[in-house]
Structures are given as C-alpha cells and as structure tokens.
C-alpha cells in the first residue's frame, strides 16, 4: 500500500494529493479515480432555476423600468 501509486491531483496548498490513486487511474477515489465521478453530462450543474433564470431577471428589469415610469408620471402631476 505504500509503495503503490499516488494520486497526481494538485491540492489547494500547491502539493500532490498523497492518496494511493484507484488501480488503474491516476487518480484517487476523491480525484476521479472512482467509477461515477465527475460532472454530469450536460453540465447539469451550471442549470440554473428560480431567481437567477434569463426569464425572471427580464420580468425584474421590465417591473422596474415601469415602476420608474409610473414615478416619473406622478412627478409631472401638478
């Protein structure tokens, strides 16, 4: 076990990751050595909902361009 292979991922610190890497692979089970692992296909992960979408951020703009209509309306009221 310690003379197997090292996974070769770089950790935040700069150093090699000294886990013994999957047999087979260069990485360890944490790195993308383990079978499953990685990003779904896709990128399902960058999918965005709620708040964030194109839609909702369009329907906010929209409100406030005629929210700030309206208030430039009621100024010209005498």
Known sequence: MLEGPRCGAKTRTGGCC?????KGKA?????????????PVGNRNALKNGLYTRAAIEARRAL???LREARQTLEQIP
Not at 28 to 37: E, F, L, V, W
């Open 18 to 22: 000294r886990a013994p890497a999957v």
């Open 64 to 66: 406030r361009a005629l």
């Open 27 to 39: 990485r360890c089970r944490m790195h993308g050595g383990a079978a499953g692992s990685g990003a």
